[in-house]
């Protein structure tokens, strides 16, 4: 592939930017620079430079953030900053999306990717791909309340009652509950049908990817990872046995 249009597939900027770049002598290949846009590149394994910062070649982009409180999972946010914003430039030129949103105040695992088809795949209600949630209550948490999540809750959009795949208390007012519907505010819904309320709530796993486990671990608020192929195998056993 031509050097020039590499750039631009990884997000570099238009044609004529990426030009521009390796005109000026910002590219590196291999570690030798290169100033031809039309050099041909194999893109097997690629390793470049573009003004000093190491970049990998990948025909398509996976990544995992830890989101924080307080971000829209929007590219034009209403109310707050967006989710987009903790992202590199490239990655956002590249036009990835989230699979499936959160909350602006929920925090937690929320996966990206440019692969429609990936996206596709993980968020579509026909999947039921599993996600594991854990709620800040606003009374303490009860037996009961366990077990009817467990029975299944009535939510007015849904036709039949709607049960938590898991759930059970980690502290009084702690609870861990896992789900694989996918609709708008549902695990706060469903905790409210059950009779408490959520007032905190934060996304630990998403199909077979748990935050603080494996690739996730030590992935701070803000911080972002790619997923790699052993990661997305993960994510795609999950969707297979739903």
Known sequence: MKLERILQNQGFGSRRQCRQWVELGEVRVNGEVVDDPGAEIDTTG???EVEGHSWTYREKTYVALHKPAGYECSHEPKHHRSVYSLLPQQLVVRNVQSVGRLDQDTTGLLLFSDD????HNLSSPKKHVPKVYR??????GTDALVQRLLDGVDLIDEPQ??????????????LEMSIDLGK?????RMIAAAGNHVEQ??????????LGEGPLSGLSEGQW???EEADLQLLHSAARKA
């Open 46 to 48: 690629l390793v470049f």
């Open 116 to 119: 429609g088809a990936f996206i």
């Open 135 to 140: 709620a800040e209550l606003a009374e303490p």
């Open 161 to 174: 009652p709607v049960p938590a795949l898991h759930a059970r208390l980690l502290a009084e007012k702690t």
């Open 184 to 188: 708008y505010h549902v695990v706060k």
């Open 201 to 210: 709530l934060h996304r630990s796993g998403f199909g077979g990817l748990n």
């Open 225 to 227: 990872v790619y997923l």
